[in-house]
């Protein structure tokens, strides 16, 4: 069983819904507010802390609403996270999390941290000449410092074009196996991901038991385990490692990928209990569906995309006398069947049945 990690007080908000986090922030401003004050007793020590704290209040309760957007993110990505991190190689900062999400979370992160640091830092200084020394410096250099959040940005977006390619580009069961257990992880990630979970990917050195993925989808979620063996066949003793972790991490069901087959004991065990074993042969078809997919979408895109045509001045427009051009409906009741256009529309929306 690979080692639990503790979880500081902003990571479990992370993980809780969004209002948590709004009511901690509020019972902390309470508390230094209102009720430490009149806990100071007569020492001038202790009562200069409490002031101190007091008059910064505000500031001590906004340190607990930082969790929000990573609450709100979570939410949006279909559900709970496992209670505790399993297998993770190391303790993971913002910008290696950032790094792992889309591109556009960077953007946006940037963007609150310069609204923080432009005018609520500055807002909640109060008189300490301290802070107020500090969130004028912040503020000087807010561009900067916000600016430093882009960072992962082009990481997320290689590392999302990465995990496209790699899924895209297979042909069948003997690339998958022909690939570094690395990128083995990522394949089965992005085959999710294009099923519509939410992918937290943890990493794989760590020992049997260990989780590669969570997976999010409808409000529950799942954890999986990667195994790119090339022939041999995975044992029952990986699949009820598995399923011990399923329940210490607090998940809903599952999920063993393998390159390879599975004993019968291994199958015996599996069934009847929320985990889902996925053989080669099936990892095989489900990257081929997903290809199969993309191709269609790809197909079905280009159909409904009109191509340029010059105006046929044999079509007149009956509202503006404009020559017309053929058009290829995209939406409404007759979406993918053609008709005659205005060439000066937008200015102009006249149209003829094709």
Not at 85 to 109: C, H, N, Y
Not at 227 to 238: L, N
Not at 263 to 280: H, K, M, N, S, V
Not at 317 to 328: S, V
Request: glycine content about 10%; overall charge positive.
């Amino acid at each position: 069983m690979a080692r639990k990690r503790d979880e500081n007080i902003f990571e479990l908000l992370a993980q809780l819904p969004w209002w948590i986090s709004v009511i901690v922030a509020g019972l902390i401003y309470a508390f230094l507010a209102w009720m430490l004050p009149g806990m100071a007793g007569n020492s001038i020590l202790m009562k200069g802390v409490v002031q101190g704290l007091s008059t910064n209040a505000w500031l001590f309760a906004a340190l607990f609403l930082i969790p929000i957007p990573l609450s709100l993110l979570n939410s949006l990505g279909g559900g709970k996270s496992p209670r505790r991190s399993t297998s993770r190689r190391k303790d993971d900062g913002i910008f290696d999390m950032l790094a792992t999400l889309p591109w556009w979370v960077s953007v946006v992160v940037a963007s609150i941290a310069y609204i923080v640091f432009q005018w609520v830092f500055p807002a909640l200084a109060g008189h300490s000449f301290m802070l107020k020394a500090m969130a004028q410096a912040v503020r000087t250099n807010a561009l900067l410092l916000a600016c430093l959040f882009l960072i992962p940005a082009p990481v997320a977006y290689f590392n999302a074009t990465r995990r496209r390619t790699l899924l895209d580009s297979q042909t069948g069961i003997e690339s998958i196996r022909a690939m570094t257990w690395q990128d083995f992880e990522l394949l089965v990630g992005e085959a999710f991901r294009r099923q519509g979970y939410g992918v937290e990917e943890r990493g794989g050195s760590a020992p049997d038991g260990g989780v590669d993925l969570v997976l999010s989808r409808d409000g529950k979620t799942t954890v999986a385990q990667c195994k790119r063996w090339r022939d041999a066949q995975v044992s029952v003793q990986p699949v009820r490692e598995l399923f011990g972790v399923m329940h210490s991490a607090g998940a809903d069901a599952a999920i063993f990928v393998s390159t390879g087959a599975y004993t019968a004991d291994a199958l015996e065990f599996a069934r009847g209990q929320p985990i889902r074993l996925i053989d080669g042969d099936e990892l095989a078809r489900m990257v081929a569906a997903i290809q199969e997919e993309r191709r269609i979408e790809s197909r079905l895109t280009k159909t409904l995309t009109p191509s340029p045509q010059p105006p046929v001045y044999g079509k007149v427009c009956q509202i503006c006398g404009g020559a017309m051009t053929k058009r290829i409906a995209k939406k409404g009741p007759k979406v993918g069947g053609s008709f005659w256009g205005c060439s000066r529309f937008p200015a102009c929306r006249g149209t003829l049945s094709g």
